[in-house]
């Protein structure tokens, strides 16, 4: 079975500054895939970054990144340069082998941009 | 264009009550998905269409729960006899490409259902 674990409840960081949000995961499997969703209050997921578990390097997108240590099982998303629209719920999540379309999704981690 | 749409956006039915809940996905896409969101939680997978074929429907709790696509583009998800445990927001993704790993899946902004 797939496991996402995500140990910070809430997360502060101040505008500007650069955010990690830790994501473990467990898995039997050797093809995965990771994903980060962030969920403003308006409650609509928007898909932010993926990482697949075969690509070497790891995934940017614009101020997006994930720290892939596959060898730790962890895919730690990180912010930079935080905006205060950044301010959401942020959900790490995993997919099996290739044609195994569950899903799994931690509990979430609260972000809160200071200004 | 358009993305994923739900209806209604939000649900209060008393115990007992059958509701439908309406997903309109973006236009060709392929895959869609249903997933149920508990308060402080993470999504939790309910079911997969590829078309109009349901691939995967091990995430539905109960019998209670029934899901179609009939023409491989709207979707409705029916709960029957609603209870309590049944509130929740529930979620609608869908993604262009049948579901192989890679793709994003595109979400809805969700039925918020309370069960009074």
């Known amino acids: 079975a797939q496991k996402i674990t995500q140990t910070q409840p809430g997360m502060f960081v101040q505008e500007k500054e650069a955010v990690t949000l830790d994501c473990t995961y467990d898995t039997s499997d050797q093809s995965y895939g990771l994903f980060w969703y962030k969920q403003p209050s308006s409650g609509e997921m928007i898909f932010l970054i993926y990482?697949?578990?075969?690509?070497?390097q790891n995934a940017t997108e614009g101020r997006y990144s994930l720290n892939f240590q596959k060898a730790r099982k962890s895919a730690n998303l990180v912010i930079s340069a935080s905006q205060l629209g950044d301010s959401a719920m942020y959900f790490c999540?995993?997919?099996?082998?290739?044609?195994?379309?569950?899903?799994?999704f931690g509990i979430g981690t609260k972000l809160q941009v200071i200004p | 264009g358009a993305g994923v749409s739900q209806s209604p956006r939000y649900k209060v039915a008393k115990r007992g009550q059958d509701v439908a809940l309406r997903c309109d996905p973006i236009s060709g896409h392929v895959s869609l998905f249903w997933y149920q969101q508990a308060l402080g939680q993470g999504p939790e997978f309910l079911t997969y269409f590829q078309n109009e074929a349901q691939l995967d429907k091990s995430g539905l709790p109960s019998d209670r729960f029934f899901a179609e696509r009939p023409e491989g583009s709207v979707s409705t998800l029916k709960i029957q006899r609603t209870q309590q445990e049944d509130s929740a927001v529930y979620l609608c993704a869908s993604s262009l490409t049948p579901a192989s790993g890679r793709e994003t899946q595109y979400f809805g902004p969700g039925t918020r259902l309370l069960v009074l």
């Open positions: 990482q697949g578990s075969y690509d070497e």
């Open positions: 999540a995993m997919r099996g082998p290739g044609g195994y379309q569950k899903v799994t």
